[in-house]
């Protein structure tokens, strides 16, 4: 059996796939994945820093909560913190 991330993939996915391989990829569409290099109106900067296990859990539940993901609950608090000042 092959695998495939970990999981049995069958002949019948893999036909699928050399199908679709077969019939070309619109190549400008696959350039489009992975994180945006821009945010807003200029490249996006990575900025690092540590909290505790406690805050970030509870960074973690807010953002599922509100359906963001770490980085997308991490940007709009600061930018109300930012905008309340």
């Known amino acids: 059996m092959r695998m495939f991330n970990g999981r049995p993939v069958g002949d019948e996915q893999i036909q699928t796939w050399a199908d679709e391989a077969e019939a070309g990829y619109d190549v400008e569409e696959m350039r489009r994945r992975g994180r945006p290099l821009v ?3 200029t490249a996006g900067s990575v ?6 296990q406690e805050l970030l859990e ?4 807010k953002a599922q909560d509100q359906h963001m993901n770490r ?9 109300a913190w930012v905008d309340a000042a």
């Open 47 to 52: 900025v690092q820093f540590r909290m505790d």
């Open 58 to 61: 509870l960074l973690a539940r």
């Open 71 to 79: 980085s997308e609950a991490l940007r709009a608090a600061v930018r």
């Open 39 to 41: 945010l807003g109106k």
